[in-house]
């Protein structure tokens, strides 16, 4: 089983997407939008929005699309967690995917991890930054 997040964007899909691919280092696998789907008549106004992206990182992945506005509320109670085992590459994740949103804890050392920190991205997302501490490691 694998667990993946799918996250819902306010118009903000392909361009989140694109920053998680080029920050993460993932490859966008697929992407269609409203206009090319058969949903295509119900949503005219979101024509050039995704229904549907998907991108890989590793051998995990993240899907998201564009909500239609109506239905869209945003995250809350629920963050984005990466599990990362290099310091200097959280540093680097945490500093590109946190530029233009809101830090809710700058990145450092904890009791627990050798760094975590966490924020909202730009795009609304939140996300938790961490690479545990060797005896925090295993939990």
Known sequence: MKITPYLL?????EE??????RVLGGKIIAS?????????AKFPEL???????????????ILGADCPPEYFKQPQGSSVMLDLDDTADA???????????????PIQETFWAKRY?????????????????PAYAAA
């Open 47 to 61: 024509a050039n929005k995704i229904m549907h992206a998907r991108i890989d990182v590793g051998d995990q992945m």
């Open 91 to 105: 540093e680097r994740i945490f500093q590109e995917l946190s530029e233009g949103g809101t830090v809710t804890m």
């Open 117 to 133: 920190g966490s924020f909202v991205d730009r795009f609304g997302t939140p996300w938790m930054i961490n690479v545990a501490a």
């Open 9 to 13: 964007f306010n118009g903000q899909c």
């Open 32 to 40: 269609f939008t409203f206009g090319n789907s058969p949903m295509a």
């Open 16 to 21: 989140a997407f694109r920053t998680y691919e």
